[in-house]
C-alpha cells in the first residue's frame, strides 16, 4: 500500500509553573508533509495540522494557481455568509482574513523515508484561501496548512512515539 | 505590496516557466530532504523570518517575498522556477 512518511519536529512547547517552585512541561510536535498542489510541480512544505478541518492556502500559494485556472471557485471573491450576506474571515495565528473558498488537486509527498520520494494519488480537496498580502514591517507569514477534510478519506495516520515521548514518527497510508 | 504586485509576480514567473526544460524531480526531491534533514538546527537561525532557497544541497538565496525570491533567483541561476526548494523559516520556534 502506498505510504509516505511525515516529518515530525519538536516546536517548542510552554513552561507552566507548578509547586514549589518547579515547573511542568508542555510539548508541541508538528507534522509536516510536501505537497503538490494544482498539479503544478512546485514541491511546497506544509504543516499537516490534524486539528484544522480543512486545508489553509495563503495568497502566496494560491495566486499561482488561480493565474492557472488550477482552482474550481466555490464561493465569490472573497466569501460571504449565507442570509446576512456579510463578508466572512478565517482566524489564523491570531489575524483575521477574508478568505474564499474552492477545490484543487492535492498530491502528498513524503521525503522523510526511503531515499525515493514517496507520493499518494492526487485527490481533490477543498481548499480555503486567504487574502494575506505582505504588509510593512514584515508580518510572519501564514503557512501552508493541510487539514483533514477530503485529504485523511480511505487513509490511516500512524503516530508513534518513543517511549520517552521526545521523538515522533508519523506515516499517511493509502488503503 | 499590493496583490497587483503578487499577480504580476505570478504571470512573470509562468512566462519563465516557459522558458526552460522542467526540473528533475529527483533533484527537487533531494534538496527537500537535504533541508528535512537540517530542520531544527542551527543553520537556518540567520534566516528566521524569511523565506530560504535551496539549490543542490545549498541555501542559495533567501527574501521576505517567496515569489519575487523565486524570480529573481531564476534569473540568476537561469533555470526552471520550479527547480527551487523554497521555505519559510517563522520568526519563532518550528
Not at chain 1, 43 to 48: D, L, S, Y
Request: hydrophobic share 40%; net charge negative; charged share 20%.
Amino acid at each position: 500500500m502506498p505510504t509516505i512518511h511525515l516529518t515530525a519536529g519538536a516546536a517548542g512547547g510552554a513552561e507552566l509553573l507548578a509547586t514549589a517552585g518547579a515547573y511542568v512541561h508542555l510539548p508541541e510536535f508538528r507534522l509536516y508533509v510536501w505537497v503538490y498542489l494544482g498539479g503544478i510541480g512546485t514541491m511546497e512544505r506544509a504543516v499537516f495540522d490534524t486539528g484544522a478541518s480543512t486545508c489553509i492556502l495563503p495568497s502566496r500559494f494560491w495566486l499561482p494557481l488561480h493565474r492557472r485556472g488550477a482552482i474550481t471557485w466555490l464561493t465569490g471573491d472573497p466569501a460571504h455568509f449565507a442570509g446576512s450576506g456579510q463578508a466572512a474571515d478565517i482566524a489564523v495565528q491570531g489575524d483575521r482574513y477574508p478568505f474564499r473558498l474552492g477545490r484543487v488537486a492535492l498530491e502528498l509527498l513524503g521525503v522523510g523515508g526511503s531515499s525515493k520520494m514517496e507520493k499518494l494519488s492526487s485527490q481533490d480537496v477543498l481548499v480555503i484561501c486567504t487574502y494575506d498580502l505582505p504588509s510593512e514591517p514584515p508580518a510572519e507569514q501564514l503557512p501552508l496548512v493541510i487539514g483533514l477534510a477530503d485529504v485523511v478519506h480511505g487513509r490511516t495516520l500512524q503516530l508513534e512515539a518513543s517511549s520517552d515521548g521526545s521523538r515522533w514518527a508519523a506515516t499517511l497510508t493509502e488503503s | 505590496m499590493t496583490l497587483r504586485t503578487y499577480e504580476e509576480l505570478v504571470r512573470e514567473l509562468i512566462e519563465l516557466e516557459k522558458q526552460f526544460p522542467p526540473p528533475n524531480e529527483s533533484e527537487c526531491f533531494a534538496d527537500a530532504r537535504w533541508f528535512e534533514e537540517r530542520w531544527g538546527t542551527a543553520e537556518f537561525e540567520p534566516y528566521r523570518g524569511t523565506h530560504v532557497a535551496v539549490l543542490n544541497g545549498t541555501v542559495v538565496g533567501h527574501g521576505r517575498n517567496s515569489l519575487q525570491l523565486r524570480r529573481d533567483l531564476v534569473r540568476e541561476h537561469d533555470i526552471h522556477p520550479q527547480r527551487f526548494i523554497i521555505v519559510y523559516i517563522p520568526t519563532r520556534g518550528l
